[in-house]
């Protein structure tokens, strides 16, 4: 009687055809365009608001931000946003510590460090694990924090939570007897928690 989109992960928008007015149905992130459904997102703005709030305390002024533009599009630029919003630089200073790719590679990332000459690198994922040159003493920190790489320090978007949310949306509306696309889509945004490096 229902199902649950999940994110999209390589394309910045789709689309999906089929008898909605058979289903419940919930989106998890931002990716899909049509049709109109309810969804649930980690809300990314504050994740990255929140970032550059604790790198600030520990002192980092030349904060850098460097990824993949799709994921980035996907959320409707909102860390890009967060980021020219609430850097401790002006903002001219700022829009040249971002280093937002269509493809991401070693030597790029490499060529950028070298380039903006950041004190700290926020990014959007773990490629960049590996990718800092030998000796490098950039700071490191990810918009998306994993258990099984607790020496990186962040923003864990809590996907436990994201799941849940959207199965009670789903149920919400399978008790209600809600099908079809909604007239009035809800999206629900859900908080992520800092992680220190352990």
Same mark, same amino acid.
């Not at 999940?6 to 931002?30: D, N, Q, T, Y």
């Not at 607790?150 to 978007?157: A, F, R, S």
């Not at 149920?171 to 928690?193: S, W």
């Given at each position: 009687?229902?199902?649950?989109?999940?994110?999209?992960?390589?394309?910045?928008?789709?689309? @999906?055809?089929?008898?909605?007015?058979? #289903?419940?149905?919930?989106? @998890?992130?931002?990716?899909?365009?049509?049709?109109?459904?309810?969804? @649930?997102?980690?809300?990314?703005?504050?994740?990255?608001?929140?970032?550059?709030?604790?790198?600030?305390?520990?002192? #980092?002024?030349?904060?850098? #931000?460097?990824?993949?533009?799709?994921?980035?599009?996907?959320?409707?630029?909102?860390?890009?946003?967060? #980021?020219?919003?609430?850097?401790?630089?002006?903002?001219?200073?700022?829009?040249?510590?971002?280093?937002?790719?269509?493809?991401?590679?070693?030597?790029?990332?490499?060529?950028?460090?070298?380039?903006?000459?950041?004190?700290?690198?926020?990014?959007?994922?773990?490629?960049?694990? &590996?990718?800092?040159?030998?000796?490098?003493?950039?700071?490191?920190?990810?918009?998306?924090?994993?258990? &099984?790489?607790?020496?990186?320090?962040?923003?864990?978007?809590?996907?436990? @939570?994201?799941?849940?949310?959207?199965?009670?949306?789903?149920?919400?509306?399978? /008790?209600?007897?809600?099908?079809?696309?909604?007239?009035?889509?809800?999206?629900?945004?859900?908080?992520?928690?800092? /992680?220190?490096?352990?």
């Amino acid at each position: 009687p229902g199902f649950i989109l999940s994110p999209l992960i390589s394309r910045s928008r789709g689309h @999906v055809s089929m008898a909605w007015e058979k #289903f419940s149905s919930v989106v @998890v992130g931002l990716g899909y365009a049509r049709p109109a459904l309810h969804r @649930v997102h980690h809300h990314h703005f504050l994740g990255m608001m929140t970032a550059l709030r604790m790198l600030k305390k520990q002192g #980092f002024r030349r904060i850098g #931000f460097y990824g993949g533009s799709t994921i980035n599009e996907r959320m409707y630029r909102a860390w890009s946003a967060s #980021f020219l919003a609430h850097h401790p630089l002006p903002l001219a200073q700022a829009t040249e510590l971002i280093g937002l790719r269509r493809e991401i590679s070693r030597t790029d990332f490499q060529a950028w460090l070298k380039s903006a000459k950041p004190d700290v690198v926020i990014e959007a994922g773990h490629l960049l694990n &590996d990718w800092f040159p030998v000796g490098s003493k950039i700071a490191h920190v990810t918009l998306a924090w994993r258990a &099984d790489h607790p020496g990186v320090l962040g923003i864990d978007q809590q996907a436990h @939570v994201l799941g849940a949310d959207a199965v009670d949306l789903l149920v919400a509306q399978h /008790r209600q007897n809600e099908r079809g696309i909604p007239e009035h889509p809800k999206m629900l945004m859900t908080e992520g928690l800092w /992680r220190a490096a352990r």
